[in-house]
């Protein structure tokens, strides 16, 4: 469908998750909504593709977890809106040293919310797997009820048709160079590369990892957003044991807090494989990919799969790699916020998601069109989440960023 461009309430630049749910929710509150993307829709070469994604409310910090909870509401609107699901709920199982500080964050923050859980210890933990899953002695296990399975390619999907079906116009393969800010009629200029140009009262950048490039190009200013290049790990479950680890028989999605930090859905996107990724990866240019499997060693995973999964999966290698984009910041808080300067309230920035956003997808839509229709946005805390708490780092002097972002392992997926 070919578009004027004119009378344009809002233009959202890059279709991943974020832009996508953001463009549905401008959409259906009754603004003339235009979605922008650089490659093809549902492409493989951002954050958002893939079969699964694990949705859980185990967050130490409370923000998060509150989030968590209006996410998963707003999967399920969205899901009946469309008629068919993206979103699997499966209890989800956290394990870990029952010293760790993060873990017991986790168990605070649970009873703090009143989150239903259990902290089991390994004997009562593989119990509760009937032998599946075999923790240290040392090792306590939480189980909570709210968790589960996000399809990210077809929840893109989703957000997008409901998008066309509240009115907003979306098109690809559309790449956006410069924004900048209308002095004549208000509003902003969203410039292509192709030499085309839109024309809008506000403006939503949701471009993923290469929000830094793009936030330089437009202000000049240096958003500390590191894209790190990472590898998902799928592993062959032994013969005779495929049922054992899939939803039907309540297998959980799964995260580790030793070391490595490692994180798992049951077996369902390829039946006989289960996903076993190491969360953590290279900083890389997104446009200068290597597209290969993670050079650092796989033998801590090997181990924790073997011993963890008692013998019961394939650890001697994984069978099928992926690979993805994470967005990091330096402190792993994502950002949301007015990119402010001369575009005072009129573009609203939302990145550096840090390995841990596809399930906030539909609260972050939320507050994004809260944000550019009416300048605040409710019921959501974002001090964690401002621009500005990077300042004085203008010249890309993040001190210990680089550092951070060059270790294989990080804390939360
Ligand atoms: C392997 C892996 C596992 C993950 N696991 C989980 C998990 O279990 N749970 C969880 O909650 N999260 C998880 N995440 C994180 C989650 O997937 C991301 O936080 C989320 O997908 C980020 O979405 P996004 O829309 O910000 O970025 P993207 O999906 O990358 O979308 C940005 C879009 O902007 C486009 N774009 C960029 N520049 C321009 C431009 N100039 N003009 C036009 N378009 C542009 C890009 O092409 C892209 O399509 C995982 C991520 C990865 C990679």
Excluded at 91 to 104: C, K, N
Excluded at 237 to 260: D, H, L, N, R, V
Excluded at 323 to 340: A, N, Q, R
């Amino acid at each position: 469908m070919e578009y004027s461009g004119e009378n344009l309430d809002v233009i959202v630049i890059g279709a991943g998750v974020m832009g996508s749910s953001t463009a549905y929710q401008t959409a259906k509150r009754g603004q003339n909504t235009l979605l922008l993307e650089q490659f093809d829709f549902l492409h493989h070469r951002g954050s958002s593709h893939g079969e699964s994604r694990t949705l859980r409310s185990t967050y130490p910090e409370d923000y998060y977890s509150h989030m968590v909870i209006e996410s998963s509401r707003l999967w399920e609107e969205a899901q009946s809106e469309i008629g068919y699901k993206v979103y699997f709920k499966t209890p989800q199982f956290d394990m870990g040293p029952a010293h760790d500080t993060s873990l017991q964050a986790v168990i605070s923050s649970c009873r703090k919310n009143k989150i239903p859980h259990q902290v089991l210890d390994p004997s009562q933990v593989l119990e509760e797997y009937s032998g599946r899953i075999q923790l240290p002695e040392d090792w306590i296990g939480v189980i909570t009820e709210l968790g589960g399975v996000v399809k990210p390619t077809k929840a893109v999907s989703m957000y997008q048709t409901l998008a066309l079906k509240h009115g907003a116009v979306l098109r690809d393969n559309i790449e956006v160079v410069d924004i900048r800010k209308d002095d004549v009629r208000g509003g902003v200029l969203v410039y292509t590369k192709d030499g085309e140009s839109f024309w809008g009262k506000k403006c939503v950048v949701t471009v993923g990892a290469w929000m830094k490039k793009l936030v330089k190009r437009v202000t000049g200013l240096f958003l500390p957003i590191q894209p790190l290049e990472t590898t998902v790990c799928y592993w062959r479950i032994k013969q005779g044991q495929e049922g054992k680890f899939t939803m039907a028989s309540g297998f959980p999605t799964f995260a580790s807090y030793g070391k490595p930090y490692i994180y798992g859905t049951p077996s369902l996107e390829f039946p006989g494989l289960i996903k076993i990724p190491v969360h953590g990866g290279s900083p890389c240019d997104p446009d200068k990919r290597t597209w290969a499997p993670a050079a650092t060693s796989l033998d801590p995973l090997k181990v924790w799969i073997k011993e963890t999964f008692n013998g019961l999966v394939d650890s001697s290698a994984p069978v099928q790699t992926q690979s993805c984009l994470y967005s990091m910041t330096p402190d792993e808080d994502f950002v949301i916020d007015f990119l402010g300067g001369e575009f005072g309230k009129e573009v609203v920035v939302a990145g550096g998601f840090s390995g841990h956003g596809f399930k906030m997808a539909p609260v972050v839509g939320r507050i994004l069109a809260d944000l550019v229709v009416g300048g605040e946005a409710k019921g959501v805390e974002l001090k964690h989440f401002r621009v500005g708490r990077f300042e004085g780092n203008a010249n890309g002097n993040v001190k210990g960023f680089e550092d951070q972002v060059s270790r294989t392992e990080l804390p939360t997926c």
